[in-house]
C-alpha cells in the first residue's frame, strides 16, 4: 500500500490545481463607443505586456475570468489604449467604465488604488485646465507677462504635489503589488528608462519585494545602462 502514496499525492494536487477556481471579473460600462470592442487585460511578463484573457462587451456589458496564483496587477486595455489598473486577487471583482470615471470595486487594495488614483486625476484637471485659464486671463485684459508668471507657479506647485504624492504613495505600499504597479505606470510616461534623485530614493528606501519585482528590476537595469551611455 505505501507504494502508491506518493503517486496519489502527486496526482491528487494536479486535480487540485486543474480544478482551482477561476476569479469572476464583471463589468459593465456606460460608454456607447466601447461596445462590440474586445478588452483584454495584461501584466507585466518577460519584458512586455502579455494577455491573460480578453472579454467583448457586449450590450455595456463584459466578463473575464482568471485564476491567479498570488495578488497581481493587472492593466485593462482596449487596443494599445491603456483603460485602467486593477488589482487581481481571489476576490470577485466588479469593473466600472465610465465618461468621467473608472473603477474596479471588490478588494480593499483596488480601494486604495482608486482612491490615489481620484486624487492624482484632480490634480491632472487643474493642470490640464492652465491653458484654458490662461485665455480667459488674456480676455479679461491681464497682464501677460504677469499670467505667465502666476500659472507657472501654480503649475509647479501642483506638480511638486503630484511628485510628492506618487513618491509617498509607493514608499507606503512597498510591501503589496501597488507600489510596482504604480511605479510602472508613473515611468512608462518617460520617453525611455531614467534614474531621477526620487527613483533612487525610492529604491535605497524599497523593501525586497518592490527591488525584486521583475518590472522594476528589468527598469533600474535599463535606466542605468542609459544612463552609462549618456556619460562623457
Not at 501677460?144 to 507606503?172: G, P
Request: proline share 5%.
Amino acid at each position: 500500500m505505501k507504494t502508491y502514496i506518493l503517486p496519489l499525492i502527486i496526482l491528487s494536487a494536479l486535480f487540485l490545481s486543474a480544478c482551482k477556481e477561476k476569479v469572476s471579473i464583471t463589468g459593465e460600462t456606460s460608454v456607447p463607443e466601447l461596445d462590440g470592442r474586445m478588452l483584454y487585460l495584461k501584466v507585466y511578463n518577460d519584458g512586455d505586456l502579455m494577455d491573460i484573457d480578453s472579454a467583448q462587451v457586449i450590450h455595456g456589458r463584459f466578463h473575464f475570468s482568471y485564476s491567479p496564483d498570488s495578488t497581481l496587477m493587472a492593466n485593462l486595455f482596449i487596443g494599445d489604449e491603456s483603460l485602467m489598473p486593477v488589482v487581481i486577487d481571489d476576490s470577485p471583482m466588479t469593473i466600472s467604465i465610465g465618461d468621467h470615471e473608472r473603477r474596479a470595486y471588490g478588494s480593499a487594495l483596488n480601494d486604495t488604488l482608486f482612491h490615489f488614483i481620484r486624487r492624482k486625476s484632480a490634480i491632472d484637471e487643474q493642470l490640464a485646465e492652465m491653458p484654458h485659464r490662461e485665455s480667459q486671463m488674456i480676455m479679461d485684459g491681464l497682464n501677460h507677462e504677469d499670467i505667465v508668471a502666476q500659472l507657472n507657479a501654480e503649475i509647479d506647485s501642483l506638480t511638486r504635489l503630484e511628485d510628492d504624492m506618487l513618491f509617498s504613495f509607493i514608499k507606503a505600499n512597498m510591501d503589496n503589488v501597488l507600489a510596482p504597479g504604480v511605479f510602472m505606470i508613473a515611468t512608462s510616461a518617460f520617453p525611455y528608462p531614467v534614474l531621477t534623485p526620487a527613483i533612487e530614493e525610492l529604491v535605497a528606501l524599497g523593501s525586497e519585494s518592490f527591488r525584486n519585482n521583475a518590472y522594476v528590476r528589468d527598469y533600474l537595469r535599463m535606466a542605468r545602462e542609459n544612463m552609462e551611455k549618456m556619460e562623457p
